[in-house]
């Protein structure tokens, strides 16, 4: 049914992807990962250089040592006694060893730290050559499997040109796990700081984003009619849209109450005519003073009908209006059953409360005529219900009225042709055959929906669902 949605307080899921709040705090969120990830990337690549740089230093510097502790005797023979104050060279099978080795002739003998109880072979020369200072370093596969960083030097031992290889292993499978283990704590304490700082950035977003809600609020409170302007301090950014919603509200009030005043003068100024053309009429009597009465009469019923639409278009769209269902219809039902004593009327009213979003002589004048219609075509009973209806999206924004009478009914197919201006199935019946086509009238202005069905009872069954206010 065609009707003016709801505002709701709630914003619903599919509504979320348009959120103001939702995009910053995603755009936020987004560039916030972005960042830590940036930043754990660079840390743990300047952490890593500088543990490998680490590394080569110590390892460079184990080799150094080596080479001043080790020579050779007159009959060749490698001597010394290496202590590089590292206990590692003394844990077998530690990933951590050093060697050496003759390098030319004259030279025999080999020594080796005590943690290496298995040769590690080198690699060839010709596939990893010595630089400018006899130095050289490549990986190698260590007794338990490991990764070892190989640093080897060839070095001139005495006057006769004797010369021994001098190795220093050092394991760097430890040092990939020294390296993941501060990459695992360091991913732990970012994705901790990064938590903790998207949800204070979404909760200051939210906050920041309060006085809006305060507007939305406000608002509502308008539409509904608790309250006639958007009060209350905001911030400079939202006071204009505040003031600027504020006049928009006031020159509202101001249209529709100068469509009133129009329609107040428009009737004020046809009134006296048409009494005069009425009581003219009645006194020419004959067939044309009694044609003059009755078309004046007419015409007086036709601009009444007119000047309620009028009135009732110039306000529907008002965001002020608030009419509470129930103690209207209480009122009209009492005041019906003392005009109709021999007419049983029972009336059901819902537990919750109901809002008619317009106004009250609009839905006194639509009750009147339904009421009055079937007080008129009843044998015995009119019963009268109203109750809340959910829209389309499940939320109860509308509600209806139903009355019925154990009447004789209406033809389906003259349902329609009821609804016409000045059309009566029975002319036997007192009345101006207005009363269903002003209530369809206020009904379309309203965006509601009129319905004429078979009751229950045997009679009519009226239906009227309008927008009601939260």
């Known amino acids: 049914m ?17 959120s103001v709040a939702f995009r910053v ?12 990830v940036v930043i754990f990337t660079l840390i743990t690549t300047l952490y890593r250089q500088a543990s490998e740089r680490g590394f080569d230093s110590l390892l460079s510097a184990h080799l150094f040592n080596l080479i001043g502790s080790v020579g050779v005797s007159e009959s060749g023979q490698l001597t010394g006694a290496p202590d590089l104050g590292d206990l590692r060279f003394s844990e077998p099978n530690s990933g951590w060893y050093w060697s050496v080795e003759p390098a030319s002739e004259g030279v025999h003998g080999d020594l080796h730290s005590s943690s290496m109880t298995k040769a590690i072979p080198s690699p060839s020369v010709a596939e990893v050559p010595f630089n400018a200072s006899f130095q050289r370093s490549y990986s190698a596969d260590g007794i338990e499997g490991e990764q070892l960083e190989v640093f080897e030097s060839e070095f001139v031992l005495d006057a006769k040109n004797r010369a021994a290889r001098f190795r220093v292993m050092g394991n760097q499978t430890e040092l990939e796990q020294e390296i993941a283990t501060f990459q695992r704590r360091l991913l732990t304490y970012l ?6 700082m998207i949800a204070i950035n979404a909760i200051a977003i939210l906050l920041g984003l309060q006085p809006l809600r305060r507007v939305r609020n406000a608002l509502a409170m308008v539409r509904e009619g608790t309250a006639q302007r958007l009060d209350g301090r905001f911030p400079a950014e939202i006071e204009p849209l505040a003031n600027e919603t504020n006049a928009l509200i006031e020159n509202n009030r101001r249209i529709v109450e100068r469509s009133r005043t129009q329609v107040g003068n428009l009737a004020h100024s046809l009134k006296t005519p048409l009494a ?3 009581n003219e009429g009645r006194a020419l009597g004959g067939a044309k003073g009694q044609l003059i009465a009755e078309q004046a ?4 019923k036709q601009v009444d009908h007119y000047l309620q639409r009028a009135r009732v278009a110039a306000q529907r769209d008002s965001v002020v209006y608030r009419t509470p269902v129930a103690p209207l219809v ?26 008619f979003a317009g106004e009250r002589e609009d839905l ?19 019963a009268v219900s109203v109750k809340p209806v959910a829209d389309e999206e499940g939320a109860a924004r509308l509600f209806e009225i139903s009355i019925e009478d154990d009447g004789p009914g209406i033809p389906d197919d003259k349902a329609r042709e009821v609804l016409q201006r000045g059309r009566r199935l029975d002319e036997t ?18 965006g509601g929906v009129l319905a004429l069905e078979r009751s229950v009872m045997g009679g009519l069954k009226a239906m009227v669902r309008l927008r009601s206010l939260q």
């Open 25 to 36: 705090i995603a755009f936020s969120t987004v560039w916030a990962i972005l960042t830590l």
């Open 364 to 382: 006194e004048e639509l009750l009147g005529n339904l009421l009055d219609n079937a007080m008129k075509w009843a044998r015995s009973a009119v």
């Open 276 to 278: 005069v053309l009425l």
């Open 429 to 446: 019946k007192p009345g101006s055959g207005l009363g269903l086509a002003i209530v369809a009238d206020l009904v379309n202005e309203y």
């Open 191 to 196: 994705s901790l700081f990064g938590v903790g």
């Open 330 to 355: 209480q009122r009209m039902v009492r005041v019906l059953q003392k005009l109709n004593p021999h007419t049983a009327l029972s009336l059901s009213l819902p537990a919750t409360d109901i809002v």
């Open 297 to 300: 009469a007419s015409m007086q």
């Open 2 to 18: 065609p009707t003016k949605p709801a505002v709701s307080n709630t914003p619903s899921l599919r509504s979320w992807p348009r």
